[in-house]
Each structure stands twice: as C-alpha cells, then as structure tokens.
C-alpha cells in the first residue's frame, strides 16, 4: 500500500476491507499510504503531523522561486532544481488540500501527555473518533512510537491492525526489545521490513529501522511462524526505501 519505496507499507487486505477508518501518525510530504488506503477500502482517514499543514508546502514553494531569482540575479546563474523543487511544493500543496479536503487532518504530533502541539492518544480518540470505529492505526513518528505503546495496548480493542515504523533501534536496543515484548502480548508481527535508510549492525546485523505490521491475536487462527527471516525482503512485495541502494539482506 502507498507507493513502492519510502513510505509505503505491507498490509493484510482482509483488515484494510474490515476497517471503519484509518487513524494515520506521522504524514509529513507522503500520503500516499494514506491515498491507496482511502482508494481501496472506501473509509476516511484521520491524519495528524505537528510538522506541516497545507500552507507549509505553499511557502516551501514560493521560498524555491525566491531562491531561484536570488541565484539569478545575483550569481547570473539559473539554477533549475530549485525551479523543479517550486513545482513540487506546489504539486504537495494541491493534492494535500485535494485529499484532506475528503478526509481530515490535524496539525498536532502525539505523544503520551497532552502538550502544546502534541495529544495524548485517548484524548485524540475521545475528540475526533466514534466509540466503535475498528481502527487501522499507522504509525512512523521518527521515535515517539516508544512513548506511546502503553496507549496503544490500552485501547486495543479498538486496533485491530498495525502499520509502524520503528526508528533508532541501535540507540534503543533495550527499549526496542522491551517494545516489541509488548506488543507480542496482544498482537502477531506478520511481516517485517527493514528501512534501508538506517544502517545495519555489525554485530547481529539487525538494521536500525524497521517497519512492521500486526493483526491483533484475537483475529487470527493458528499462525505459523517463519524459523527465521532468511525469507525476507520478498521479492515483488518488499522495495528498498532508498531506491539508490539494495535492500537489506537480514
């Protein structure tokens, strides 16, 4: 779901037709997860991101043309990325309105109190979301999905499917081990990514980031476990975040 590279994630499709909305963490300039979902399933999507909003792509653009003539006029130089770099703002800047004109979006992050620019996940639910919705829940907050689990698991009975990104791993070995105990408790891991943005371990050879996505257990019958991750990245299903690099053999 999403396009092939950065961004996009694998998903079960049976929970994708099951859900009521998607609850999405973490938009920045792709939403294209986002899009296929709305495509496919036929329900609305709830985005949050502190970090931009449709004016954000708007002034992007116009500071690229200022660049532009800067360069110009002063060094007599025409300097086409930035004309090239305009235009894409510009394009973020329709199609975020075209998209969030259908669906919704906030501009404030989560985290596991309620801050400034920042909600606590109950109070997100409590304010924008009905009482029985079956939630799909995205996730890639670049770190406070540790901040958040607890939330998470709390209100399972709500997710019934997971897309995440785990970001720092090599940073967070502890937490990460920790973190994904947790989530063992109420939810199967049923396919895994690695992020070939990060880096991978030298010792072990667990990448830095990884994506995941997870069924909530009651939902499934008997899993059968893979022995290792030998199988991974599948070919035709799995795409290497950076494009200018392989995938990660892990």
């Not at 070995?173 to 973190?179: Q, S, V």
């Not at 893979?226 to 392989?246: A, K, T």
Request: proline share 2%.
């Amino acid at each position: 779901m999403g396009r092939n590279y950065d961004g996009g994630y694998v998903i079960s499709e049976s929970l994708m037709k099951q859900s009521d909305i998607l609850l999405s963490f973490g938009i920045n300039d792709d939403w294209s997860f986002e899009k296929d979902f709305y495509k496919k399933s036929g329900v609305g999507c709830c985005g949050f991101d502190f970090s931009v909003d449709r004016d954000v792509f708007r002034k992007r653009g116009l500071e690229q043309i200022r660049f532009f003539f800067g360069d110009l006029l002063k060094r007599r130089k025409i300097n086409l990325s930035r004309w090239t770099a305009a235009r894409h703002q510009f394009g973020l800047h329709k199609d975020f309105g075209a998209f969030f004109k259908k669906n919704r979006f906030f501009s404030y992050g989560i985290d596991n109190r309620t801050h400034g620019q920042f909600k606590k996940l109950d109070d997100i639910l409590q304010e924008h979301l009905g009482p029985g919705d079956n939630i799909f829940l995205k996730i890639d907050i670049e770190g406070y999905e540790f901040t958040i689990l607890e939330d998470i698991l709390r209100n399972k009975r709500r997710f019934h499917g997971l897309a995440m990104e785990i970001h720092g791993i090599h940073n967070e070995e502890l937490n990460f081990n920790g973190f994904i105990a947790k989530l063992q408790q109420e939810y199967f891991i049923y396919h895994v990514h690695a992020n070939n943005y990060g880096s991978l371990q030298n010792k072990g050879g667990m990448p830095e980031v990884i994506e995941i996505s997870c069924i909530r257990k009651d939902l499934a019958g008997t899993p059968v476990f893979y022995p290792d991750l030998s199988h991974l990245p599948i070919e035709g299903l799995d795409f290497p975040n950076d494009l200018q690099s392989v995938d990660f053999k892990w």
